[in-house]
T-cell receptor
Framework: NAGVMQNPRHLVRRRGQEARLRCSPMKGHSHVYWYRQLPEEGLKFMVYLQKENIIDESGMPKERFSAEFPKEGPSILRIQQVVRGDSAAYFC?????????????FGPGTRLTVL | QKEVEQDPGPLSVPEGAIVSLNCTYSNSAFQYFMWYRQYSRKGPELLMYTYSSGNKEDGRFTAQVDKSSKYISLFIRDSQPSDSATYLCAMSANAGKSTFGDGTTLTVKP
C-alpha cells in the first residue's frame, strides 16, 4: 500500500522558468493539500483540492502559482516564472475524507532550488 | 503575530530524559491539535492527534491541550536517540488546512 508519492524529489530551475510538482495521493484518497516549507520554518498551507475542485486556496500567492487535481492522474502544483524566493520544500498530503478528524498523510516532498 | 507560536529550541537532552515540547495559539476556533515528527529531509509523520481539551497518551508520548490557556504540549518519556527529529505542532479549525508551528529540533544524546 504505497503512501503519498511526490516527484520529482529535487528540482532545479533558473529564474523565469516554470516548475511543475506532482503529487499522487494514497490509494483511495480524494483530498489533497499542498504546503510549503521554507528553511528553518514550519509548513505553510497553500491549497486544498478535491478531485476536479479547488476547495480552499487561501494560502496560494495571487500570481504565478496554480494547482489542479484532475479526475485522472496526479495533483499538479505549477509555479510560473520562478524567482529565488520560491526555493523551498513543497509537501503534499492526502486524506480519505474531508472531515477534520481524518488524518493527513504527507509525502516526502519536492525540494525546489531556483538559481 | 503568528497564529501558532512554538518554543523554538533547539533542545538537547540525555537519553532517558523527559522532554516537553510546547505551542501557544491565538485562534479560538482551533479544535483539532496535532503533533508531527519530521526527520531531516523527510515529510512530516503524524504522532498524536487530540480533539478539544484534555490529555491523550500513546506509549511514551502524551499530548495535552488546554484550550482555556490556548496552550498545547507534547511530553516524551524515556527519550531515545531515535526520537531526535524536528517536532511540529499543528492545529485546525475544521476540515482542510492545518496551521503549523515553526518546529522544535530535538537531539537525544546517548
Amino acid at each position: 500500500n504505497a503512501g503519498v508519492m511526490q516527484n520529482p524529489r529535487h528540482l532545479v530551475r533558473r529564474r523565469g522558468q516554470e516548475a511543475r510538482l506532482r503529487c499522487s495521493p494514497m490509494k483511495g484518497h480524494s483530498h489533497v493539500y499542498w504546503y510549503r516549507q521554507l528553511p528553518e520554518e514550519g509548513l505553510k498551507f497553500m491549497v486544498y483540492l478535491q478531485k476536479e475542485n479547488i476547495i480552499d486556496e487561501s494560502g496560494m500567492p495571487k500570481e504565478r502559482f496554480s494547482a489542479e487535481f484532475p479526475k485522472e492522474g496526479p495533483s499538479i502544483l505549477r509555479i510560473q516564472q520562478v524567482v529565488r524566493g520560491d526555493s523551498a520544500a513543497y509537501f503534499c498530503a492526502s486524506s480519505h475524507t474531508r472531515t477534520a478528524t481524518d488524518t493527513q498523510y504527507f509525502g516526502p516532498g519536492t525540494r525546489l532550488t531556483v538559481l | 503575530q503568528k497564529e501558532v507560536e512554538q518554543d523554538p529550541g533547539p533542545l538537547s537532552v540525555p537519553e532517558g530524559a523527559i522532554v516537553s515540547l510546547n505551542c501557544t495559539y491565538s485562534n479560538s476556533a482551533f479544535q483539532y491539535f496535532m503533533w508531527y515528527r519530521q526527520y531531516s529531509r523527510k515529510g512530516p509523520e503524524l504522532l498524536m492527534y487530540t480533539y478539544s481539551s484534555g490529555n491523550k497518551e500513546d506509549g511514551r508520548f502524551t499530548a495535552q491541550v488546554d484550550k482555556s490557556s490556548k496552550y498545547i504540549s507534547l511530553f516524551i518519556r524515556d527519550s531515545q536517540p531515535s526520537d531526535s527529529a524536528t517536532y511540529l505542532c499543528a492545529m485546525s479549525a475544521n476540515a482542510g488546512k492545518s496551521t503549523f508551528g515553526d518546529g522544535t529540533t530535538l537531539t537525544v544524546k546517548p
